[in-house]
């Protein structure tokens, strides 16, 4: 069994308003993502900052 950490430090950088500086992804959500990304012809960062954006609305509206 390896110790390989499983996680992709996916980006670094902040994304806008959000102050996260650095995002880790488990391997399986990161392939997915990518794979997300690449149907929707954005780039992975574009990607993240939608779900981010997406996921304030859901917690402003109560969910």
Known sequence: MSNRNPYHKTFHG???DDGI???YIHDEDH?????EAKLHGV???ELLKRMISLWKEAQQAGG
């Open 14 to 16: 902040k994304l806008p």
């Open 21 to 23: 500086s650095t995002l």
């Open 31 to 35: 392939a997915f993502l990518k794979a």
């Open 43 to 45: 780039s992975m960062r």
